[in-house]
């Protein structure tokens, strides 16, 4: 038996993914390069925006064509849109015959048993099971040999006022200290180098369960073979100097965080209920720069929220002219059902969001060129990820991607390399050495 799996959305629709992949294999599935070749398919969705629902509608159409073919072909939905709609996404693509969401991807097993028996296997529950840590018992299957996505809580308690995500995720749930390290030994058993610890919340992991953060931090770098730790997503309420100093004193933490800003006006960010001023955002990457000297930093806008004024983006873009971003990801304000901000008064047309949105990723390519520049003839320590088009590629400690001439023989080293080429989403270079673990 033969899966394939689509998957949309955050690096947590990534990581289950690999989770589903492990739970797949344990049953004796292997992967199929083509959704014609495999018997259960599966689209892991996102509804964090309009433009990834359509997305999920267009694919079950074209496997549609599929089971047309094949009837006996399983095709399920999980994931977040699978949580938010329900029965009500079966009833508009009636091809589903199975969907979860990732509060029981652990009962996918049982799904697929129901499936293959002619019924219509729908689990969507509205709060997450008390056998939810049995997700943790089956291992990841990853794409990536040497760096790995270890997802350490789910759900989150904040309520952002344009985000679905506690009503598709949850409440904020922590997962415990000891799974976290068992995993991540597993990981570096299997060769991994890089650990990339992922939350809805990253930061606010330990909350529910009186431990701090940085305490996670330093309990992972104490794991022999544990080379770099990346974490993502943190929100800025929650970044305290207590993490900042824990990413100064791990040397395998690397220099670059993504933090969300979102908007740069105080009234939209009190709006979306952020919980922060601009002001104090700033304040926390310049407490970062001080602890860690070279970090670098990527985060999330949302162009034309509600009311937003021109004066409102103007206070965007001068975040941008300030912090300097190494990478922006940048969105147009969706409304998402059952969202406050959905229901607000100044929705703004979508001429205004467009050219909002292009001024604000021309402002972007200019910082990003310099930036760029700035690189060129560095020394750089590069962890080697994988081989593409007879090159080595990996990444920077401040997660830029640079390619290398070399041997395959490398991959999963990290060596020294001196920048000769860099552009805004690239950069090229010579291997000097190989540095000792």
């Known amino acids: 038996m033969k899966y394939y799996i689509k998957t949309f959305g955050c690096q947590m629709n990534f990581n289950d993914s690999e989770r589903i992949k492990g739970i797949l294999h344990h049953m004796g599935y292997k992967p199929a390069d083509t959704p014609e070749e495999a018997d259960l398919i599966l689209i892991n969705t996102c509804t964090i925006r309009e433009k990834p629902d359509q997305k999920v509608y267009s694919h ?25 709609m329900g029965w009500q996404l079966v009833e508009k693509a009636p091809v589903v015959d199975l969907m979860f969401s990732s509060f029981n991807i652990h009962h996918l097993p049982e799904l697929i048993q129901q499936a293959q028996a002619g019924y219509r296997a ?19 299957v990853r794409d990536n040999a040497y760096c790995a996505y270890v997802t350490v809580m789910k759900g989150c308690d904040k309520h952002c006022t344009y985000c679905v995500v506690p009503k598709t995720r949850g409440r904020q749930r922590s997962r ?5 390290l068992e995993e991540v030994r597993w990981l570096v058993a299997d ?7 992922l939350g809805q919340n990253v930061t606010a992991w330990g909350q529910d369960i009186n431990i701090h953060f940085s305490e996670l931090l330093y309990r992972v770098a104490e ?22 100093k824990a990413m100064g004193d791990i040397p395998q933490i690397c220099e670059h965080l993504h933090l969300p800003v979102q908007s740069g006006s105080n009234r939209i960010l009190k709006l979306m209920e952020r919980n922060y001023t601009k002001e104090e955002y700033l304040e926390k990457i310049h407490m970062l720069r001080e602890y ?29 002219r300030k912090v300097r ?40 390519k200019e910082i990003l060129a310099e930036i760029a520049r700035s690189y060129e003839g560095t020394v750089q320590e590069v962890l080697l990820e994988s081989w593409q088009d007879g090159k080595l590629v990996g990444r920077t400690r401040t997660n830029r991607w640079v390619s290398v001439e070399g041997s395959e023989d490398m991959l999963g080293k990290t060596v020294r390399v001196r920048i000769t080429r860099s552009q805004p989403f ?12």
């Open 60 to 84: 079950l159409g074209e496997y549609k064509k599929i089971k047309e073919k094949r009837p006996e072909v399983i095709i399920g939905v999980c994931g977040c849109l699978a949580q938010r």
């Open 122 to 140: 729908i689990a969507i529950l509205e709060e997450p099971p008390e056998d939810e840590d049995r997700m943790w018992e089956f291992k990841t």
């Open 176 to 180: 415990s200290l000891e799974s976290i």
């Open 191 to 197: 060769g991994v180098k890089e650990i990339h610890l």
């Open 223 to 244: 794991i022999p073979g544990v080379e770099r730790i990346r974490f993502t997503t943190g929100h800025p309420s929650d970044m305290d100097e207590r993490i900042a």
């Open 292 to 320: 860690v000297p070279g970090i670098t930093f990527s985060t999330d806008i949302i162009v034309g929220f509600p009311t937003e004024t021109e004066e409102d983006f103007e206070e965007t873009l001068d975040v941008l």
């Open 325 to 364: 971003f190494e990478q922006v990801f940048s969105f147009k304000y969706s409304p998402r059902p059952d969202t406050p901000a959905a229901y607000m008064e100044g929705q703004i047309p979508d001429e205004v969001k467009t050219d909002r949105m292009s001024r604000l990723l021309s402002l972007q």
């Open 426 to 437: 690239s950069m090229e270079g010579i291997i000097l050495e190989e540095v000792e673990a």
